[in-house]
């Protein structure tokens, strides 16, 4: 299949989020084998405006990324044992990403990271050009769910209760 273009990446985190959806996520293994999994699970954070995403703070060191072009990983940390796995889009300084929140029957965001061994070296690897994880093009998904993003009561019910995750509807 083909990977997915920077004209994907450039679209709203919302639309990315929920076009991810049944997309084809590859992972590419040091010994040169590769694993493909079906993307079951997205959520959107849109811009500094967003007070559940983490540029809602402004530009830091840890979310210098997301202020690129979209198409590039942005990976962090959670309680100090999860690497969570995003996907930036939108266009250069206008910060977006989606949180990859399960691939085939892997749920929850930390399992994914898991699953895909992710670390810090991810951090700002570019999807167009990586030999070790990128999107594949799959057809486009109809049957789907949305409802309001988890983990994220900080943010107040308005940003909380935005239905902008994005699940598969498995037959």
Not at 121 to 129: M, N
Not at 130 to 156: C, H, K, L, N, Q
């Amino acid at each position: 299949m083909k990977k997915l273009g920077i004209e994907f990446y450039r679209q709203d985190a919302v639309i990315v989020a929920e076009k991810l959806l049944g997309k084809i996520l590859v992972r590419r293994w040091d010994d040169g084998s590769e694993t493909r999994y079906r993307i079951t699970e997205t959520e959107a954070y849109l811009g500094e405006e967003d007070k559940a995403c983490h540029a809602s703070k402004g530009r830091t060191p840890r979310t210098e990324i997301m202020y690129s072009e979209g198409g590039k990983v942005y990976v962090y940390l959670i309680y100090g044992m999860y690497w969570m796995l995003n996907v930036v889009t939108g266009n250069e300084n206008q910060p977006q990403a989606v949180l990859i929140r399960g691939i085939d029957k892997i749920i929850g965001s930390g399992k994914v990271g898991r699953e895909l061994k992710m670390y810090k070296s991810f951090y700002g690897e570019d999807l167009l050009s990586s030999d070790r994880i990128w999107i594949e093009d799959a057809p486009e998904i109809r049957e789907f769910t949305t409802a309001a993003r988890i983990g994220i009561d900080y943010a107040g019910d308005e940003w909380r209760d935005k239905p902008w995750r994005f699940m598969l509807v498995l037959i």
